[in-house]
């Protein structure tokens, strides 16, 4: 499955780069995380509870960062394990300068199975847009401390089937990670 997407936040481009490369950030921002554990520069775990319908589960989440290009992106490969499946995937994160903040994109593809690959697709698209929206909401709110609702904008988005995780969580890698779980 693909899925993209653009959100503007309102933040220079390198404090954006510096929270989503904060463990502390990223644990605060994604839904249903109960633990971010940075291992190394390029290795993240985290433990996380989603729920897509009536399937909720708790996924032990393994993330590798690569293609470091500080401060204007990485690429995210993760895989989220749980009782209702998996989620393996992967995904661009690019940030750029715009007016008035950053534009952050990702691109990336997912693939799931066990129970979560038995939910309607319409259902998974609905729970990761509104994820990522949770996330991103989280997350600017967190850069512009005092920011008035949509801080973060979604620019666009269009996706066929699921992604966490991130993410990303991203994200964005806490966004993407909770994505690829759940899609």
């Known amino acids: 499955m693909a899925i993209q997407g653009e959100y503007k936040i309102a933040a220079p481009r390198e404090q954006v780069w510096t929270a989503l490369n904060d463990?502390?950030?990223?644990?605060?921002?994604?839904?249903?995380?109960?633990?971010?554990?940075?291992?190394?520069?390029?290795?993240?775990?985290?433990?996380?509870?989603?729920?897509?319908?009536?399937?909720?589960?708790k996924f032990a989440t393994q993330i590798t960062l690569s293609d470091l290009d500080p401060p204007r992106g990485y690429t995210l490969s993760g895989e989220g394990k749980g009782v209702a499946g998996f989620g393996r995937g992967s995904a661009k994160v690019s940030l750029s300068e715009v007016e008035g903040g950053t534009l952050l994109r990702y691109n990336g593809q997912l693939n799931i199975g066990g129970k979560l690959a038995q939910v309607g697709s319409r259902l998974v698209e609905a729970a990761t847009r509104s994820y990522a929206d949770q996330f991103f909401e989280a997350f600017a709110q967190r850069l512009n401390a005092g920011s008035a609702p949509g801080?973060?904008?979604?620019?666009?988005?269009q996706g066929a089937g699921l992604k966490r995780w991130w993410?990303?969580?991203?994200?964005?890698?806490?966004?993407?990670?909770?994505?690829l779980a759940l899609r």
Do not use: H
């Not at 985290?46 to 319908?53: E, M, R, S, V, Y």
């Not at 801080?151 to 988005?157: D, F, I, L, N, P």
């Not at 993410?167 to 994505?179: D, E, R, T």
């Open 151 to 157: 801080a973060a904008q979604a620019v666009s988005a």
């Open 23 to 57: 463990p502390a950030v990223l644990q605060a921002c994604i839904p249903g995380c109960e633990e971010l554990t940075k291992q190394s520069d390029t290795q993240i775990e985290a433990k996380i509870t989603a729920q897509l319908g009536p399937i909720r589960s």
């Open 167 to 179: 993410p990303y969580a991203a994200a964005v890698v806490a966004a993407i990670i909770v994505w």
